[in-house]
């Protein structure tokens, strides 16, 4: 399943620049609000659901190479933040929704690893 | 003459029973009797969010060789504890403002949560503080960096080994696009270790503190050697200058 197509579905709001996103396949997906436990247990290249906001999730996705981040119930990152992430290639996505519900619908779409 | 360098025996980081984890013991005579036992003769109040109880604390501790910073230990929306600590209650009644608004309206449950007494200097009952203290205010830790430093305080983020609110466990490393001065280990690891056990600290100032939720847990370990006891001396302390530093025992 390519990102195009979990962002058309969950209905997600792109906060940083476009890229053609049905060329990335994310391998697997996470969630978790401590950047700790996501260092240590994100897999590469997946998908992270997450309502932290914080500039230190760009350095955590970059180091994993993550696919994108989904920031859960409108939690807005600073402008400064998605200005690093457009420079880290890091894609930061946006639901007013909350993390149960991403995953459950993640889940749903047949997404499971 | 210029003020002579001194050793203060330090805890920058004390709760007292304003704050819902604290045992009932911690109030303003004991808090003084416990510290001065130790030898220590600097402390700050630290409670979660709130800095009602520190005019008393300083009031019992009037005449005595302890002095009393004004602080706070704040949780900002990464659920992220950090020291703000100052030199004037003036100070901490404008971060304390800032505070009262950003905190989400949630009633204290004290057979949840534990009392939350605001108390004089005698450690007589006031009244109990109706906000619940232990949530995160919806202030960012960057932006609460800045309004600290601008009011002149020191931001140092509390326990950063902790998993649970401790910054590291958080936000996974310290950030860099803000002036982070020094970082706060708790007590139970050894400062030397810490550089070696997580690289993430290295290069940063380190403090350590009791954390002190019950009168034996005064840390007493770290003396800093200053000419007075204020936030710029504590500050040159942290960075090694003109002769101020942080020791540890
Ligand atoms: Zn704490
Ligand atoms: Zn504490």
Sequence with gaps: ?????????????????PKDFSAIEPTCGYSSDLLSCVMAGAPHKSIWVT??????????????????????????PELATLARANEEGVVILSTEKPTFNVIGKLWEMGFHC | MANLIKPFRTDLHV????????EVEMIPP?????????????IAITDHNSSANIEAVQKA????????????????????????LFDTIEQIYQLQKLVTETLPPIKNEAE??????????????????????????????????????DL?????????????????????????????????????LNPEDAAKQLPQVRGYPLIQDGDV?????????????????????????????????????
């Design chain 2, 213 to 249: 939720h019950r009168l034996d847990e005064f840390n007493g370990k770290m003396t800093l050697y200053l000419e007075a006891p204020t936030i710029d001396e504590i500050r040159m302390a942290i960075h090694n200058n003109n002769g101020r530093l942080v020791g540890f025992s």
């Design chain 1, 51 to 76: 309502l932290q906001a914080h500039s230190n999730i760009i350095a955590v996705a970059t180091l994993l190479e993550l696919s994108a981040i989904v920031i859960t119930e409108g939690a807005m």
């Design chain 2, 15 to 22: 709760h007292t029973v304003l704050s819902p984890c604290a």
């Design chain 2, 61 to 84: 501790a009037f005449k005595t060789p302890l002095n009393v910073l004004p602080g706070m230990e704040l949780q900002t929306r990464e659920e992220v504890h950090s020291l703000c």
């Design chain 2, 152 to 188: 002149g305080g020191l931001f140092i983020p509390a326990h950063v080994n902790r998993k649970a609110f401790g910054l590291l466990g958080s936000l996974g490393l310290v950030p860099t696009d803000i002036q982070i001065e020094a970082l706060e280990i708790s007590k139970h």
């Design chain 2, 112 to 149: 949840h949560f534990g009392e939350q007494f605001v108390v004089d200097e005698t450690g007589e009952f006031i009244r109990r503080e109706e906000q619940l203290l232990l949530v995160s205010s919806s202030l960012s830790l960057n932006d609460a960096w800045k309004f600290v430093n």
């Design chain 2, 30 to 42: 004991l808090i003084v009797e416990y510290a001065l036992d130790l030898g220590i003769t600097l």
């Design chain 1, 1 to 17: 399943m390519n990102l195009q197509e979990i962002i058309n579905n969950l209905d997600l709001k792109v906060l940083t620049e």
